[in-house]
């Protein structure tokens, strides 16, 4: 007979792949937004770093946590190993921007450092669902299409306004999911902050078109989503899930008019 084994065995799926539904949509747009307006093998590197930091949270967050517990799981290992993993990859994909890029890069991944660390903070502490770390890890992640347009040695002004334009977007499509998913639990949701995020959100996006920093496109794309919330929170809640892919497909809407403006000049 075979010896039974009395470690449980853990599932690969819920160690190696990201759960926040919203997090793959705030991750694939500032790459799509990059690669769509200055592609290259800077961007692409850009691109992997990104994508490889992103995967690279989720174990990290596990493998932190339990060393903060000072415990060793089934889990604990994996976590670790799949970190070192993602690591690496995102350190080649760096490794390849520098390598191949037209301009220096670094400053949006330096300044979105201070974000990325208060994400991580309330991550080992287990409070990685709050607010504050929300919109902190997805204003970071926008920082990816303006280093993308710098290694593509684009003006630092319209870099710097894809970035303003995924933050808009990201602080008002964070704000909406989460009120969503606060009446699909019953819980009361604060309606007035959304309504008030999505126009702070559009205010600043006019003053970048306005001052040339920021396609007009962009502005009237994230118009559009306006309406949005005076329609859905008038019916029924959906699941956080449908909620999460139709922020995604929102936020493609976003990107592909901001690309289209840019191209336009």
């Known amino acids: 007979m075979m010896p039974i084994s009395s470690t449980p065995r853990v599932p690969l799926k819920t160690v190696a792949l990201p759960s926040e539904h919203g997090g793959w949509g705030f991750t694939l747009e500032p790459i799509l937004l990059g690669l769509l307006v200055a592609p290259g093998w800077a961007g692409l590197g850009l691109g992997i770093f990104a994508l490889a930091a992103f995967f690279t949270r989720h174990p990290l967050k596990l493998w932190l946590a339990d060393l903060r517990r000072g415990k060793c799981f089934p889990r604990t290992p994996l976590a670790r190993n799949f970190a070192l993993l993602y690591g690496s990859l995102a350190l080649a994909g760096l490794l390849l921007a520098l390598w191949t890029s037209r301009g220096p890069f670094g400053w949006p991944l330096l300044l979105a450092l201070p974000l990325v660390g208060v994400q991580l903070w309330f991550d080992a502490h287990n409070q990685g669902r709050n607010l504050l770390p929300e919109l902190a890890g997805a204003v970071a992640m926008g920082a990816i299409a303006a280093s993308m347009a710098l290694a593509a040695n684009y003006e630092a002004g319209l870099a710097y306004g894809l970035w303003g334009v995924l933050a808009a977007r990201s602080v008002a499509s964070i704000y909406y999911a989460r009120a969503q998913v606060r009446r699909a639990r019953g819980e009361i949701a604060n309606l007035q902050a ?59 809407l976003v990107v592909g008019a901001t690309a289209l403006g840019t191209r336009l000049g």
């Open 194 to 252: 959304v309504y008030w995020a999505e126009l702070l959100a559009l205010l600043g996006l006019s003053i970048g078109a306005w001052a040339g920093l920021v396609p007009w496109l962009s502005v009237a794309a994230l118009a559009v989503l306006l309406p949005l919330p005076l329609y859905t929170f008038n019916k029924p809640p959906v699941p956080a899930k449908v909620v999460g892919w139709t922020q995604m497909a929102l936020g493609l």
